[in-house]
């Protein structure tokens, strides 16, 4: 069997194609191309028709590799989605998280139901961008009587590709829409908030799921038919389902890559005090509920790289940063400021001078700023992880594309005293691809 998994993130997707030998799995990337948000009407919006596209053009370019995969999976980030109209078209146009929309709806959620009562009943920690916030705003805005259906992004990929819809859970999980202990559409909200009951008729189903095979037009195109199968559709779903080909015990994992997303994984969902005061979220696994927090991440150095005009790879910025760590910073970096900023420079230096603090110059500096900062954010996670568990970690297990920077991870392991285990830098194509290899078991 050869499987081929669609990683979307926020900056990039990649086309992998995978299949065992002697027991491991080998992966080779057959395509990539660049994403981000688009700025439209001084909104930031997603360019679903070129994602649509680079999706087709990736499984053409397997298939002039020279592999022709028997199923196919698509992950992307959570929270996002695509409203359809009568005839299943596109609502347009797709808004990005990172838009300041969702704080504008939350306000307005909150005035009917308080956060205290959303998180009770779906234990998902506040974000300015979770989905019940837009979808609000959306409402607020006469949007939704535009549309009759709707579908988180990857699902409308799979839409896409196959004609058929599905609710997946991990992703659906991250929505706010999602009752926590029955892993249903929680109808309460939903009501309260007066959202198209029609929305919510397809309840979310566990991956992996079998959609079908292509559409003709674009198996024409591609040169190949195959199956198309939800894996787990958030990319750290995925990630996390990696961990089942990773032997790290006792361990608080961290998803690291754009955001950092650290946590366990339990069989039922904790909505306490504790839990609502730290602000972590009980996000859908695959027959788990991950219990994480959602820590900015990577995003602070791809952002700097990007506005240093990528005259640094992210290597070089680690290098740079590990010889110039004169001060222990601890930059606030969950703070909304962080979330999309003009400039992050700017930002990280207004931080410090606030703060007293030597202000940051070189590249170096900043760099360094941005890594320690991180590191004392996942050790402040991790305490309060313990506490709210009442369990203790030996080990971190740190996956995804931040697992290869080890300045971050010496920093890590320094700062928490806790044992870093690393696992797969291509965690969510992995994951990916191991419950695609499940569909099919």
């Given amino acids: 069997m050869v499987y081929l998994a669609i990683d979307i993130g926020a900056s990039s997707g ?3 194609v995978a299949w065992r030998e002697a027991g491991q799995i080998v992966m080779k990337e057959v395509y990539r191309f660049k994403n981000g948000p688009v700025k439209k009407d001084d909104r930031l919006t997603w360019d679903l028709e070129n994602l649509c ?5 990736g499984l ?3 298939k002039k590799a020279g592999f022709e995969p028997d199923s196919v999976g698509i992950d992307t980030w959570g929270v996002d989605y695509v409203l359809l109209g009568e005839k299943n078209e596109p609502v347009l146009p797709v808004y990005c998280y990172r838009d300041e929309r969702g704080a504008c709806g939350a306000a307005s959620v909150h005035t009917i139901l308080p956060f205290k009562e959303l998180y009770k009943r779906t234990g998902i920690q506040y974000q300015p961008f979770n ?3 837009q979808m609000f705003w959306d409402k607020e805005e006469g949007r939704l009587d535009r549309a009759k259906d709707f579908l988180l992004l990857p699902e409308y990929l799979g839409f896409f590709l196959t004609g058929t819809k ?3 859970y991990t992703n659906c999980s991250t929505t706010g829409l999602v009752n926590a202990k029955n892993r249903e559409w929680d109808e309460e909200i939903i009501k ?4 198209p009951l029609t929305f919510f008729e397809k309840q979310p189903v566990t991956a992996p799921i079998k959609l079908g095979n292509l559409k003709n037009e674009i198996a024409e195109k591609v040169g190949f038919n195959c199956n198309i199968i939800l894996p787990a559709t958030h990319d750290t779903g995925s990630a996390v389902a990696s961990l089942m080909e990773t032997k790290a015990e006792n361990a608080i994992y961290i998803s690291s890559g754009t955001w950092s997303l650290m946590g366990v994984e339990l069989k039922d969902p904790i909505t306490s005090e504790k839990a609502l005061s730290a602000n972590f979220s009980n996000e859908g696994g695959i027959g788990t509920i991950r219990f994480l927090k959602n820590i900015m991440g990577l995003w602070l150095v791809q952002c ?3 506005e240093l005009n990528d005259e640094y790879t992210f290597a070089e910025l680690a290098k740079m940063a590990s010889e110039e760590n004169k001060f222990d910073y601890r930059l606030d970096v969950n703070n909304e400021r962080y979330l999309a900023p003009e400039s992050m420079i700017d930002t990280i230096k207004n931080e410090c001078r606030e703060k007293n603090w030597p202000v940051p110059e070189t590249p170096g500096e900043l760099a360094h700023a941005i890594y320690v900062s991180l590191a004392h954010c996942y050790d402040a996670a991790a305490k309060e992880l313990e506490n709210i568990t009442g369990e203790n970690f030996k080990n971190i297990c740190i996956i995804g594309g931040g697992s290869n920077n080890t300045y971050l991870n010496e920093l890590t392991q320094k700062i928490t005293g806790k044992n870093v285990v690393l696992g797969s830098s291509e965690a969510t194509a992995l994951g990916n691809i191991l419950l695609q290899e499940k569909a099919f078991n």
């Avoid at 596209?53 to 053009?57: G, I, L, R, T, Y």
């Fill in 14 to 16: 990649r086309h992998i």
């Fill in 53 to 57: 596209n680079e999706v087709v053009n």
């Fill in 60 to 62: 053409a370019a397997a």
């Fill in 131 to 133: 989905t019940v916030y």
């Fill in 166 to 168: 599905a609710h997946e």
């Fill in 192 to 195: 309260a908030l007066n959202l």
């Fill in 304 to 306: 700097l790289k990007s």
